[in-house]
C-alpha cells in the first residue's frame, strides 16, 4: 500500500533492513473466522506493525475492527470475539515511527447498491497518481492518499454498474498497475487476487473449518490446516467453505516475484514459489562462501536475519559458527533512542557481543542486505570494541542501487549506501577489513528460479513494469526509458 505522509509525521531515518508494507488473509468457512483471521495476522506480523485489522460478514453486512500497534494491541480480546461470520479478511500494516493515523489502517470497507466491499491490499501501485487525478477531475473524492482506497473505490463503481463481482475485478486489474496481493470480500462472496507479475506472495490452503489465502504459507501450518498452492500471477481465486474456483484474468504477462521476500522480508519456514526460504538463505550464505572467501576464525550471524546466511557461509567456507551477537528481543526494530546522539547506544541496546566468542578471533559478520550502512559501521565497531582482531562483513543480498516502486520501504537513491560508492568505498564506510556481496548471478542460483520470473529492479535499474523515469527489464537503450 502507498500512501504520502502526513504533515509532521517522522518516518524513520535509518532503516536496518527493506521493510515489507503489508500481510493480507482472506477466509471462508463453516464457522465463525474472526479467531482464525487474528492468529494469521499474528504469524504474518512480520510483514507489518503499524495497525491491524479483521473484517467479517454476517447476515447485517461486513463489520470491520482495526487499531494501532501490532496485532494483539490493536484488537482486544472482547473485539476479536465480537464480530461474528464466516467469511472474513484481515490485514496487517508496516511499521512507521511517529504519528501515523487510523484512517490508513486496513481493511477498507465501502458499501455500494451491491452491498459492502472490504479490501485488504499487499503492494503498491505505479500509476496510482494517475488513476487519481483523472477520478478527482471527474468529480470522485477520496477520503486517503492512499492506493488501496483507489482499488476499492473502483471496484465498487465497477460492481455498481455490472453486479458481477468478478467481472468487475477483472476491469480493476487491467486499470491498475504494479504490486498487488489483495483479500477481498464483495458482500457475501470473498477473493484473493494476485497481480499479473506476482510481485508479491500469496497462497491457498485449507483451514480446519474450510479454506483460506494468506500472503505466506505459514499461516497454515499455524491454523492447523494445509499449503495448497500459490495463487498465480493474474489469478482470482473465490473462496468458498467446501472448495476454490479460480479465473485466469489473461493478463499475466511474465513473472516478477521479488528476490527480497527469499532475502529478508518473508519468514524462514514459509515456502513461495515451491522453494522454502530457509533453504534459499542457506543457500545463499553458501554461494557467498565460494565467491566471497575469506581467512577467518568465527562465522557470527547479525541477528536475527543474518543467521540462515550465516549457517549457509559457515558450511560452504568450513568455518566455526557461533552466535556472537546477543540480541534484546525486547527492543523493537523501530525503537529510536531519545537522544539521537548518543547512536552507539541505540545499537548496543539491541545488540550485545560476546567477547568469549569475538575476542582475539577473525570474524566474519554476515547479514542478509545493507541499506544505508551506517547500522553496519556500528555494528563492526561494536564486534572490533569487544576483541575482534579482525572484521570481515559478507552480505546476502548484492548492492541495493535503485529504489523499490512494488511494496517495499526503499524510496530514495540517496538512501543507499551503494549509490556512487564502489564496493572498495562501502567497506571504508562501514570500517570492516573486507567487504563482500553476494553476485546476481550467484544470488538468483540460490533462489532456484529463472532470473527473467524475478524482479531484481533494485539492483540492476531495470523494472518489470515501466515506472516514468526508470530503465524498463531487458530494454537497455537510455534513449527509450519511458
Ligand atoms: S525492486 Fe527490489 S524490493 Fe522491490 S519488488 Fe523488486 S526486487 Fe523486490
Redo the contacts with the bound molecule.
Keep these: 500500500m502507498k500512501r504520502f505522509p502526513l504533515n509532521g509525521e517522522l518516518r524513520s531515518t535509518e532503516p536496518e533492513h527493506?521493510r515489507e508494507e503489508c500481510g493480507v488473509f482472506a477466509t471462508a468457512s463453516v464457522a465463525n473466522v474472526s479467531v482464525d483471521i487474528f492468529y494469521a495476522l499474528r504469524v504474518l506480523q512480520h510483514r507489518g506493525q503499524e495497525s491491524a485489522g479483521i473484517a467479517v460478514y454476517n447476515h447485517e453486512g461486513i463489520k470491520c475492527i482495526k487499531g494501532m500497534g501490532l496485532a494483539h494491541q490493536a484488537l482486544k480480546n472482547e473485539d476479536i470475539q465480537s464480530p461474528k461470520g464466516d467469511l472474513g479478511i484481515g490485514h496487517v500494516r508496516y511499521s512507521t515511527v511517529g504519528s501515523s493515523t487510523i484512517s490508513n489502517a486496513q481493511p477498507f470497507v465501502v458499501s455500494t447498491n451491491y452491498g459492502d466491499i472490504a479490501l485488504a491490499h499487499n503492494g503498491e501501485m505505479v500509476n496510482s497518481d494517475k488513476i487519481m487525478d483523472e477520478l478527482k477531475k471527474k468529480g470522485w473524492a477520496f477520503i486517503t492518499s492512499s492506493d488501496s482506497e483507489i482499488i476499492v473505490r473502483l471496484l465498487a463503481n465497477d460492481i455498481s454498474n455490472t453486479g458481477d463481482p468478478v467481472r468487475a475485478l477483472k476491469n480493476v486489474m487491467s486499470t491498475i498497475q504494479g504490486?498487488y496481493s489483495l483479500a477481498i470480500m464483495v458482500d457475501n462472496r470473498v477473493f484473493a487476487v494476485r497481480d499479473p507479475f506476482g510481485?508479491r506472495p500469496l497462497c491457498v490452503g485449507r483451514t480446519k473449518t474450510g479454506y483460506a489465502a494468506a500472503s505466506e504459507s505459514v499461516v497454515f501450518d499455524t491454523l492447523g490446516g494445509e499449503f495448497i498452492r500459490d495463487v498465480e500471477p493474474g489469478e482470482i481465486v473465490e473462496l468458498l467453505p467446501g472448495e476454490i474456483r479460480s479465473t485466469k484474468t489473461g493478463l499475466a504477462k511474465g513473472r516478477?516475484h521479488?528476490?527480497?521476500?527469499w532475502v529478508y522480508i518473508a519468514r524462514a519456514d514459509s515456502v513461495i514459489e515451491q522453494k522454502l526460504v530457509y533453504e534459499v538463505r542457506r543457500r545463499i550464505g553458501e554461494r557467498l562462501a565460494k565467491e566471497q572467501p575469506v581467512d577467518a576464525d568465527v562465522v557470527v550471524p547479525i541477528p536475527d536475519s543474518g543467521r540462515s546466511h550465516a549457517m549457509g557461509y559457515a558450511e560452504g567456507s568450513g568455518i566455526r559458527y557461533s552466535e556472537g551477537l546477543m540480541k534484546n528481543r525486547y527492543v523493537e526494530r523501530t525503537f529510536i533512542m531519545p537522544d539521537q546522539s548518543d547512536r552507539t547506544t541505540g545499537v548496543m541496546l539491541k545488540l550485545n557481543p560476546l567477547k568469549s566468542i569475538i575476542k582475539d578471533k577473525r570474524v566474519v559478520l554476515v547479514d542478509d542486505s545493507i541499506v544505508r550502512g551506517t547500522t553496519m559501521r556500528k555494528i563492526v565497531q561494536l564486534v572490533r570494541n569487544a576483541g575482534a582482531k579482525e572484521v570481515h562483513v559478507r552480505v546476502g543480498s548484492p548492492p541495493?542501487i535503485?529504489?523499490?516502486?512494488?511494496?517495499?520501504d526503499?524510496k530514495t537513491r540517496d538512501q543507499f549506501a551503494a549509490t556512487g560508492r564502489t564496493v572498495k568505498e562501502i567497506e571504508k564506510m562501514i570500517t570492516a577489513d573486507s567487504l563482500g556481496y553476494i553476485s546476481i548471478e550467484g544470488l538468483v542460483d540460490a533462489i532456484g528460479l529463472p532470473a527473467g520470473d524475478?524482479?531484481?529492479?533494485?539492483?540492476t535499474e531495470e523494472?518489470?513494469v515501466a515506472v516514468p523515469g526508470e530503465k524498463v527489464r531487458f530494454q537497455k537503450k537510455l534513449d527509450s526509458f519511458t
Design positions: 527493506p504490486a510481485f516478477a521479488c528476490m527480497f521476500e541495493i535503485a529504489p523499490c516502486y512494488f511494496g517495499i526503499m524475478l524482479c531484481l529492479a533494485c539492483l523494472y518489470p
